[in-house]
C-alpha cells in the first residue's frame, strides 16, 4: 500500500472518528453484522522493508480488540451461526465473525491462545498447497527477492529489464511496482512463472516459505478438534480465481474440500475466495461457489452485512483489520459501518448494486 493511499485512509478514519460521525451514522449503516479478516497475528518484525505489513497485527493489538469486542455486547459467532441468523433472519442481536486468511503458523501460536482464553469462535480458511508444502506464496517470495538485493532483472512483457533496490524507497517503490504489474497480467500461470524464475534467479526457495511461515497438517487437525474453530476452504494453489478458466475454479474448490477432509476429517462447508476483490472474484466465481455446495463464500469486499445479504451468501462482504491501522478507534469506526459505507458509495449491498 502506497504512503498517499495510507495518509488518505488514515485521514478519513481519524475524520470519522474526532467528529463522531461514526456515533451519528451508525443507525443507518451498521447493518446486522460483521465479518472481520485476519491473516498473521504475530510480534512486530524488525526492518523497515515490510510491504506484507498490512497482513499482519500484534499480539497485543489482537487481544485488545477481542476484549473490545467482548466488551461491546455484540455477539461473536461461529460461521454456522452467521448462516444461521442469516437464511432464517434472525437479526435480533447484532453480530461478528472473525475469519482468518491462509493457515498461518502464528495464528496457532499468537492468535489462538488469545481466542481460547475469551472462548471466541473462529474461522480459519486453509489453501491446501500450503500445509503440503507445495504452495506458492508469490507476495512473500517477492518481498524476499528484493529485500536481498541491490538489483534485480527480470522479464517484463518478454524483455529483460533491470531494477535497482539497494535503498529503502527504492525496494518500497520497485515492490509496489512489480506487484501490481503482477497482479495485471492477464492469468495465474503468466504471474507464477514471472514469480518461480525470480525466486529461482535469486535463491529464494517457495516451498521452504511454506514450512517457515503455514502450519502443517497436523496443527490445524489439533486446531480443528476445539468447537471454537471452523475450518474452511481457501482453494488448493491460492489463485485468483477470476484468472482461471471455469474448469480450474470448479477443481480449486472441490479438491481443497476433498483434501482438507481427506486429511482431517472435515469437510468444509464454507469457503473464502483467494485475494477477494473484484478481480480476483465475481459473479461467475459465485455461482460456481453455490453449485458446489457451499453454505457461504467470502470476499475481501468491504463491507458489514444486512439483512439482504441472506440473498447473496456466495459474496458476503468483510471488515479487514489492516496492520497499518492498529488503533481501537478505527476498530470503532469500521463496526459503524460508516468508513466501508462511503468506499462503497452509500451502497448497502455493492454486490447486487
Known amino acids: 500500500m502506497s504512503g498517499l493511499k495510507k495518509t488518505i485512509i ?46 499482519e497485527v500484534s499480539p497485543g493489538f489482537f487481544a485488545a480488540v477481542v476484549r473490545r469486542l467482548k466488551r461491546s455486547g455484540l455477539d461473536i459467532v461461529s460461521l454456522d451461526e452467521m448462516y444461521r441468523r442469516l437464511v432464517q433472519r434472525d437479526f435480533k442481536r447484532r453480530f461478528v465473525c472473525l475469519t482468518f486468511d491462509d493457515g498461518y503458523r502464528d495464528n496457532l501460536q499468537w492468535a489462538y491462545p488469545i481466542l481460547k482464553k475469551h472462548e471466541v469462535p473462529f474461522a480459519l480458511y486453509v489453501p491446501t498447497s500450503f500445509p503440503d508444502r507445495i504452495g506458492e506464496i508469490w507476495w512473500v517470495a517477492l518481498e524476499r527477492v528484493i529485500a536481498n538485493n541491490d538489483r534485480i532483472g527480470l522479464y517484463v512483457d518478454g524483455k529483460e529489464r533491470r531494477f535497482d533496490c539497494a535503498s529503502l524507497d527504492e525496494k518500497r517503490n520497485i515492490y509496489e511496482q512489480l506487484y501490481w504489474w503482477l497482479r495485471s497480467l492477464e492469468t495465474e500461470e503468466e504471474l507464477r512463472t514471472v514469480v518461480r524464475d525470480l525466486a529461482a534467479r535469486y535463491g529464494v526457495d517457495m516451498k521452504a516459505l511454506c514450512d517457515e511461515l503455514c502450519m ?121 459501518g460508516t468508513a466501508t459505507a462511503m468506499w462503497n458509495g452509500f451502497r448497502r449491498n455493492p454486490k447486487a448494486a
Not at 24 to 45: K, M, N
Not at 46 to 55: A, C, E, I, K, M
Open 10 to 55: 488514515r485521514a478519513g478514519l481519524e475524520t470519522l472518528y474526532f467528529s463522531g460521525a461514526h456515533v451519528a451514522l451508525r443507525p443507518f449503516f451498521q447493518g446486522v453484522g460483521a465479518i472481520l479478516t485476519l491473516h498473521h497475528v504475530r510480534p512486530t518484525r524488525p526492518g523497515s522493508f515490510q510491504p506484507n505489513r498490512l497482513l
Open 216 to 336: 502443517s497438517w497436523e496443527d490445524i487437525a489439533e486446531l480443528s478438534r476445539d468447537p471454537l474453530v471452523t475450518i474452511g476452504a481457501h482453494t488448493v494453489n491460492h489463485y485468483m480465481l477470476k484468472k482461471t478458466p471455469d474448469r480450474v475454479v470448479r477443481a480449486e474448490m472441490e479438491m481443497s474440500r476433498a483434501v482438507i477432509e481427506s486429511a482431517i476429517g472435515i469437510r468444509p462447508e464454507h469457503f473464502s475466495y483467494p485475494v477477494g476483490d473484484p478481480s480476483s472474484a465475481g459473479p461467475r466465481e459465485f455461482a460456481i461457489a453455490a453449485e458446489v455446495g457451499f453454505k457461504t463464500a467470502v470476499t475481501t469486499q468491504p463491507g458489514v452485512l444486512f439483512q439482504e445479504h441472506r440473498n447473496h451468501l456466495m459474496a458476503l462482504p468483510r471488515i479487514s483489520l489492516n496492520g497499518e491501522f492498529q488503533q481501537l478507534r478505527y476498530l470503532r469506526v469500521l463496526m459503524s
